[in-house]
């Protein structure tokens, strides 16, 4: 019997996660990129959704499921990228501290349009010393600002890359993910002293 | 009265909608793992160890065990046998203490990644 496969399950598995406002892209992005594969968990029903949802005559606390963004990429040596989406709704900021934990870094997809929606996933990174790179999606129609007019208005670090890219195009993403990996490196050297 | 080890009360309305189980009625009631909690991208292993007379697996954690015969993530498990993570992780805590699977490599290598590795993966993302 012969197990002629290169697949031999992950050995090294890195995690990145995708985070941005609702609709800002990220699906498209671990798309472009990746291999998508289908991935639920569970939604916890809370005060915010229980007006919408009708739970009267349930008990039990209720869960439903929703599905997330979810990608691999597959190197050589058994090495593998995960790439998740972060849900982007505020009620499931609970699932963020368990996709937060021991990711290499995370890409803050943003939208010139709606640049207040990339607050939250920034703040969320810089507080937890997680690094982070921010991609500017450019959608056709929406106008077009220079990178630092863009850093400006975010207010980021300046060590922390801000990007432009074409969340369907795959070398931009690649790009993208590029370019947090390389920072991810520099964030990873102890600072001297 | 039914069991929940064999609960198929399953009933399918289309494939989209998936299982009409609630996630506790695969988790035994259980709705939080009890050890330490895991990674997403913690990577899973089978011990190889037979199963013992006294323990009744349910379908999902004969389907993960047998996944396991390889090395799995969390994440992988969960898409694989179409399950919420969360149902995974409970099972899979299950499994842990019964001695069926193992953690190979708990998480991540979080804070201090080997800056050698991470160049190794800037050159194959950019050779994809």
Partial sequence: ?193 | MQSWTDPPGERWIDEAAGPLVRPYALTGGRARPRGEPLDIVAILIGSGRPVPGHVRLTREQQRLLALCRRPYTVADLASELDLPLGVVVVLVDELLEQGLIEVARPAAPAARPDPRLLRRVIDELRAL
């Fill in chain 1, 1 to 193: 019997m012969s197990f002629a496969r290169s697949d031999d399950g992950p050995r090294i598995a890195l995690k990145i996660l995708v985070a941005g406002g609702f609709g800002v892209g990220k699906t498209t992005l671990v798309g472009s990129v990746s291999e998508i594969r289908p991935l639920r968990t569970e939604e916890f029903l809370t005060d915010a959704s229980v007006g919408v949802d009708d739970t009267r005559g349930v008990e039990a606390k209720t869960t439903t499921t929703v599905a997330m963004d979810f990608g691999r990429i597959t190197m050589r040596d058994g090495v593998v990228l995960y790439l998740f989406g972060t849900p982007g709704q505020d009620r499931f900021w609970f699932m963020w501290n368990e996709l937060a934990r021991g990711a290499l870094g995370a890409v803050v997809l943003a939208d010139t349009r709606r640049l207040t929606a990339s607050f939250a996933s920034i703040d969320y990174f810089e507080q937890r010393d997680i690094p982070f790179v921010v991609a500017v999606n450019c959608f056709e129609g929406a106008h077009r600002y220079s990178l630092e007019e863009i850093r400006d208005a975010l207010d980021v670090d300046p060590q922390v890359p801000v990007v432009t890219c074409d969340a369907r195009d795959r070398e931009s993403a690649k790009h993208v993910l590029i370019s947090l990996i390389e920072h991810a490196v520099q964030h990873s050297v102890p600072a001297p002293g």
